[in-house]
């Protein structure tokens, strides 16, 4: 099983030219495999949000290099990171982040355009993963007009409308009460087992990290 995600020695620093320099990776290793769910379980000030941004080619690191989808991508230009990020990786955060002046399935398909994708096939794409989270009948929905555990299974949508091969997420139901995060992460399951991809979800609960594949915990650097 090759690995869609690859990090050897990862390193970062931040002010590490000033007085007083903040380590928060030192050294990190951390692999995810084609089709595997791995939970990220760290305390607060571990470097948690910091691994995701590197992962996620938001951030660089001062050390190590980062492989995505068997392509060393540690010191590429921007652009080319950025066409990385768009072909290769799907993110998910705390709060959902919906555009509110579109709907469920516009903010879909949004993505899909930006990406090239032919419009019918966009529209068809959201319409499919609509009906995967149970969401069909609220595809012509704007945000507002949802519950939360709606507005972030939508988002979860978004994320995988241009067929990543990773997907990363941050405290996906972290702004959820817990009945309503048990469902909610059902769901991200669900898709992530049925579409096949890879991911890397950051979570402080470790009922749903035991549900994963694999737990990765990480201690302050």
């Avoid at 019918?120 to 945000?143: E, M, S």
Wanted: a negative charge; hydrophobic letters at 45%; charged letters at 20%.
């Amino acid at each position: 099983m090759s690995d869609v995600l690859r990090l050897e020695g990862v390193g970062k620093t931040y002010a590490k030219d000033g007085p007083a320099p903040v380590t928060v990776l030192d050294g990190l290793d951390l692999t995810v495999a084609r089709g595997e769910v791995v939970a990220l379980v760290a305390p607060s000030g571990a470097g948690k949000s910091t691994l995701l941004h590197i992962a996620g080619l938001l951030d660089t690191p001062d050390a190590g290099r980062v492989w995505l989808a068997g392509r060393d991508m540690t010191g590429l230009p921007d652009r080319a990171r950025t066409e990385a990020r768009r072909h290769e990786l799907g993110f998910v955060y705390q709060f959902h982040h919906l555009l509110p002046e579109f709907s469920a399935a516009e903010n879909i398909v949004l993505p899909q355009l930006a990406n090239g994708t032919a419009p019918r096939d966009a529209q068809a794409r959201a319409a499919d993963l609509l009906n995967r989270v149970g969401l069909a009948h609220r595809a012509d929905h704007r945000p507002a007009q949802m519950s939360g555990g709606e507005q972030q299974r939508v988002a979860f949508c978004r994320a995988l409308a241009n067929q990543p091969a990773l997907l990363l997420a941050d405290e996906p139901t972290g702004n959820l009460d817990p009945e309503t995060s048990d469902r909610v992460f059902d769901v991200l399951m669900g898709l992530v087992r049925d579409t096949g991809l890879s991911a890397l979800i950051a979570t402080h609960n470790h009922a749903l990290a035991a549900r994963m594949d694999r737990v990765v915990r990480l201690t302050a650097a």
